[in-house]
């Protein structure tokens, strides 16, 4: 029998998140949303594309393509970003074993050329889209429930809460907490979940209010919801979830 003209080897998993505020003056009011596709290789690599709006005055749109390998490191990644709906920038972003390096165009800084040397190969990137916040909790330990782990160094796309700066490559540090698992119920549906703390990230310019994140614990560590506390007062629900 002579083989099919046709390929499709991949996995997608499609999905919307909405933003809405905790604020008691704003409770429940949508104040952004994202859509996401999660395609999974053949080879047991991944590319997640995002788009991203925040409705908050400065509005924040942001366009995202984020690839890692089979063992979940990444390799590679295109942000692009507006604010006040005016171009802010778009960069490329590039992860070899020993180094990160950065080609970005923005309305600030020009045209910009970054290298970074890496102690180890980079584990994790923070591109700012919430269905890859928590792809960074697959590095965390579950043995230890409500103990605090560090990741000595993730690279970020961009420093600012809500990644209206650069794209640009920026270094911290991530302290975790391992909450325990859960059952809960979004308005995509009920899954069994997976429940952490992003604590603190050691190296951002303005301290980061503490985040729960809830994600699925099949192994494929899908965002399903979170809540920032502090100033922020935000909340992040998946709503709609579709696996071709």
Known sequence: M?????????KNTRGTILYTSNKP?????????????????????????????ID??????????????????????????????????????RFHPNYAECETYTALEGRV??????????????????????WHLRLFNRSQPGAVQALDQILLSSPDHRGA???????????????GEETVTVGAGTFEALHFQFVSAPGLPTEHPPYDVWCT??????FLKGGVAGYMQTHYELVELIRD
């Open 2 to 10: 002579s083989e099919s003209i046709l390929q499709r080897d991949h």
């Open 25 to 53: 003056e704003r409770l429940g009011q949508e104040r952004g949303r994202e859509y996401f596709l999660i395609s999974v290789h053949a080879d047991g690599g991944r590319t997640v594309s995002a788009h991203c709006e």
């Open 56 to 93: 908050d005055r400065p509005a924040v749109m942001r366009d995202i393509t984020y690839s890692l390998d089979s063992k979940w490191m990444p390799t590679d990644c295109f942000v692009r970003i507006s604010v006040a709906d005016r171009f802010m920038g778009s960069g490329w972003f």
């Open 113 to 134: 050329s970054q290298r970074m040397d890496l102690a180890h190969p980079l584990r994790t990137f923070q591109n700012h889209a919430i269905a890859c916040d928590a």
């Open 165 to 179: 700066t650069g794209p640009l490559l920026f270094s911290i540090g991530l302290h975790v907490k391992y909450v």
């Open 217 to 222: 614990a099949d192994g494929e560590f899908l």
